[in-house]
């Protein structure tokens, strides 16, 4: 009974495992295979990915051991494998790229099986070769009924009922977290007998009712409810994503690096003022920080979302991007070249070019592009706020029409 529940609840079959039910068959699958590919689990904390992982290496009958990332450093990991033929690895992606590296020629060998666990996206945390070498399995969070059928039988495991309504509130505040659950659950037993019901239970609990995992999918999940809110205007749905945010524990100066970028790519040259905005509010953070600091934040947020809208200068980038990656960076006109010595301005550096400012209005026609490229229009403006204002003399000096763009 010293054992911490949700220890003593880690199922030994995969018959009593719970959830996870899209896999089923292809576990029942690994099962039964004659040797087990390496495998990545990957899911949100308190899903079953270790569970998973200690089931495979102990059905497959071969040696294995259980490690962490975070407390196994090369040394330590190479003693730990000798005579091993399974490593189950708890969090890879707290491994460096090096580290990651390690694993390459052993699992490429098959010397080596690598059952490991990570909360983070694979895509930006796993390098590319040793994901290339995984099968990837990915978890979910754990259903509510999966949840309330999980608190009632660890209570029974410690010797108590729980009514309904509890389960039901203790089910709620593990957000899918079976190993939250099991601890919420050992933590009520631990209550005396008459503040077990409902009310009492609901105001004992820890702070765990408003969370989210910083580091896995739901982290990248509300910061794009965040920017899809202010890019469609929506400032209610803006603000309660950015409170989704900063209650759950999120870094502000994550949040503030999204709001720059927003500030660039969504609202851009329609108020170019709100970039201005962002990064002052960045700077707010920091010298204000938390918990004040959610103030700057909702202002920005608030104009962001509130602001004219236009991508353009974002998707003439991209525009152009698709251009010299299609056909390359073209040479660069004779021209624009600077004549640093003499020999360059034999080669004709610098020769023909025009300075705009010894000219009325500051510009003089002249190509700037590439001959290959002349003509060829990247940027597209929108009469959108102050674009329109800003686009206006550039329409003008290039006898650009509105119905041209």
């Not at 003593?8 to 079959?13: E, G, T």
């Not at 919420?184 to 209550?191: D, G, H, K, R």
């Not at 790519?265 to 990064?279: H, I, K, T, Y």
């Not at 021209?335 to 010894?358: A, C, D, F, M, V």
Request: charged share 25%; aromatic share 8%; proline share 6%.
């Amino acid at each position: 009974m010293n054992c911490p529940l949700p220890e003593r609840m880690r199922p030994d079959d995969l018959a009593h495992f719970l959830g996870q039910s899209h896999l089923s068959s292809r576990l029942h699958s690994l099962m039964q295979a004659h040797r087990l590919p390496s495998l990545l689990f990957f899911g949100p904390p308190g899903c079953g990915k270790s569970t998973l992982a200690l089931l495979l290496a102990k059905h497959s009958g071969r040696p294995y051991v259980r490690l962490s990332a975070p407390e196994a450093g090369l040394q330590h990991l190479r003693r730990s494998l000798a005579g091993m033929e399974i490593l189950i690895l708890d969090e890879l992606h707290r491994f460096s790229k090096a580290q990651q590296d390690f694993f390459l020629p052993l699992v490429e060998s098959g010397e080596l099986i690598l059952l490991a666990t990570t909360t983070e996206n694979p895509s930006f945390s796993v390098t590319r070769q040793l994901l290339s070498r995984l099968h990837v399995l990915r978890l979910r969070p754990l259903g509510h009924e999966e949840l309330t059928d999980l608190a009632q039988r660890g209570a029974q495991n410690m010797g108590l009922e729980l009514t309904a309504a509890v389960a039901e509130l203790l089910a709620n505040a593990a957000h899918g977290d079976a190993r939250t659950l099991l601890n919420l659950v050992e933590y009520v037993t631990a209550l005396p007998d008459d503040s077990r019901d409902y009310e009492h239970v609901k105001a004992a609990l820890p702070e765990v009712l408003i969370r989210h995992d910083k580091d896995g999918d739901k982290h990248y999940e509300l910061a794009s409810a965040l920017i899809k809110s202010i890019r469609g205007s929506d400032v209610d749905a803006a603000l309660y994503w950015l409170a989704c945010l900063l209650e759950g524990g999120e870094d502000p100066r994550f949040v503030c690096r999204r709001l720059i970028l927003s500030a660039s790519e969504d609202v851009g040259l329609a108020d170019p003022s709100a970039l201005r905005l962002a990064v002052a509010c960045q700077q707010a953070v920091e010298f204000v920080g938390m918990p004040e600091g959610f103030i700057p934040l909702a202002e920005t947020v608030t104009y962001l979302a509130m602001a004219r809208k236009s991508n353009s200068a974002y998707g003439g980038y991209l525009n152009a991007q698709r251009e010299v990656k299609l056909n390359g960076a073209l040479p660069v006109p004779l021209h624009l070249r600077n004549p640093s010595t003499q020999l360059q301005k034999e080669w004709g550096y610098g020769k023909e070019y025009k300075y705009p400012h010894n000219y009325p209005d500051a510009w003089i026609a002249q190509d700037y592009l590439p001959p290959e490229l002349v003509g060829r229009r990247f940027y597209q403006p929108r009469e959108q706020g102050e674009e329109a204002r800003l686009s206006q003399w550039w329409r003008k000096i290039h006898n650009i029409k509105k119905s041209d763009v």
